[in-house]
C-alpha cells in the first residue's frame, strides 16, 4: 500500500514540474495581412509581365498572319498578270482626238462591274489556256472531248479573259469583313473575270451559236463565254465595246463570283510611298517621247490612298502592285490607323510585272 502511495505522489510530483501543456497557435491577422501584400507586391509584377507577354506574341503571331496574306495575294496577282496583253492605266482622257488616246480605267468604269463601295485598281486583259477543248474534227463534240474514250481527240486553245480586281471599303460593322464589330471597317481586294468561249475554228451555215459553238455541245462553265463578254471587242480600241452592258452590276454582268483574295487592307492615310515615275524608270509616250505624268500612271482609289495601288505603264505592258495592311485591325476596333510608331503592324508587299507579251506579239 505504502509502495502505491509513493508511485502516485512521484508521478503527480513530475507532472508538476514538467509545467503547462504546449498549446498550438495559428497565425495572427496581423501576420496573415503582412503576408498578402508581400504575395500581392511579388504577384503582381509577374501577371502583368506574364499578360503583356501574352498580348505581344498574339501582336506579333497577327502581323506574322497579315504579312504572309499579303505575300500570297502578291505572289497570285503577279502570275495572273504575267499573262497580260493589255493593261489599263489610269489616262484620264475619255475620248479619242488628234492629241489623245484613251487607255485608261476612266474610259472604261461605265463597261465593268459595279461594286458596292468598290473601286476598280487593277483592270488588264488576259490570254488564259483552256485545255483539251477544240476536237480535232467533227465527229465528236466539245463537251465530250474530256471524256476517257476520245483521250487525244482534242487540242487545247486559248481565250481572253478580262480580268479587274476592286478595292471594296466595308460599311457594316456587323459584316464578316469587319471583326472586330465596330467602326473604321477595313478593306479587301476582290477579283473579277469576264472570259470569253471557246470559239469554233471550222464554223458553218447551219451554227446557231457562232463564232461559239452550240451550246448544247460544250461545257456552259468552261466553254461557253460569260454573257457580258463582247465579242466585237478590238484591242485597237480598248476602251471600246469592252463589255456587252453598261452598267453592270455583280448579278446581271455575267462576270465569276468575285474571289476575295485578301481582307484587312488598310484605309487609313498611310506614308507617301515610292512615286510610280520613279518606280518605272520615268517612262515616256512612245508616240510624242515626253515623259508620262504620275496622275496616268498611278492607279489607285477613289480617295486616293495609298494601300492599294497599281503603276502602271501600259506601252511596255508593265504593272507594280502595292499593297498595304493593317494588322491591328484584326485585334481592335478603334485605334487602328496608321502611325508612324506603329508602322511595323502596316506590312507592305509589292510585286512588278511585265505581261508576258504585247497585242500582237
Known amino acids: 500500500m505504502k509502495t502505491l502511495l509513493r508511485l502516485l505522489l512521484k508521478s503527480q510530483h513530475q507532472r508538476n514540474r514538467s509545467g503547462p501543456a504546449q498549446i498550438d497557435k495559428g497565425m495572427t491577422l496581423v501576420e496573415l495581412l503582412v503576408g498578402a501584400i508581400m504575395a500581392f507586391l511579388i504577384i503582381t509584377p509577374m501577371l502583368s509581365f506574364v499578360v503583356d507577354m501574352l498580348n505581344t506574341d498574339r501582336r506579333e503571331q497577327v502581323k506574322s498572319n497579315t504579312e504572309q496574306?499579303?505575300?500570297?495575294?502578291?505572289?497570285?496577282?503577279?502570275?495572273?498578270?504575267?499573262?497580260?496583253?493589255?493593261?489599263?492605266?489610269?489616262?484620264?482622257?475619255?475620248?479619242?482626238?488628234?492629241t489623245t488616246t484613251p487607255t485608261g480605267i476612266p474610259a472604261i468604269t461605265t463597261q465593268l462591274p459595279s461594286v458596292s463601295n468598290g473601286t476598280p485598281v487593277l483592270v488588264f486583259w488576259k490570254r488564259q489556256q483552256i485545255t483539251n477543248a477544240v476536237p480535232i474534227n467533227n465527229a465528236i463534240t466539245p463537251i465530250k472531248c474530256k471524256e476517257a474514250a476520245n483521250k487525244g481527240k482534242c487540242n487545247d486553245t486559248y481565250v481572253l479573259s478580262l480580268v479587274a480586281y476592286y478595292q471594296i471599303k466595308e460599311t457594316d460593322p456587323k459584316s464578316i469583313w469587319c471583326q472586330p464589330s465596330g467602326g473604321n471597317c477595313p478593306t479587301r481586294i476582290a477579283r473579277y473575270e469576264i472570259r470569253d468561249g471557246v470559239r469554233k475554228p471550222d464554223p458553218v451555215a447551219a451554227d446557231t451559236n457562232l463564232p461559239y459553238y452550240n451550246k448544247a455541245d460544250t461545257d456552259e462553265d468552261t466553254q461557253q463565254p460569260d454573257p457580258a463578254f463582247n465579242k466585237d471587242f478590238d484591242f485597237t480600241k480598248p476602251t471600246q465595246n469592252v463589255t456587252l452592258a453598261a452598267g453592270l452590276t455583280q448579278a446581271t454582268s455575267g462576270a465569276t463570283k468575285p474571289q476575295v483574295l485578301v481582307n484587312y487592307i488598310d484605309h487609313s492615310s498611310g506614308p507617301i510611298l515610292t512615286p510610280c515615275t520613279t518606280a518605272l524608270g520615268n517612262p515616256t509616250n512612245p508616240k510624242t517621247s515626253t515623259a508620262i505624268g504620275e496622275p496616268t500612271l498611278k492607279v489607285t482609289d477613289t480617295e486616293g490612298r495609298n494601300s492599294f495601288y497599281a503603276c502602271v505603264d501600259t506601252a511596255r505592258n508593265i504593272a507594280r502592285v502595292t499593297l498595304r495592311g493593317n494588322s491591328l485591325r484584326r485585334l481592335q476596333a478603334n485605334d487602328a490607323e496608321f502611325k508612324t510608331t506603329s508602322s511595323a503592324y502596316f506590312p507592305t508587299a509589292t510585286v512588278q510585272v511585265q505581261g508576258f507579251g504585247a497585242v500582237g506579239k
Open 69 to 98: 496574306d499579303l505575300q500570297a495575294a502578291v505572289d497570285f496577282i503577279a502570275q495572273d498578270l504575267s499573262q497580260a496583253i493589255y493593261i489599263y492605266d489610269n489616262n484620264p482622257a475619255l475620248t479619242i482626238t488628234a
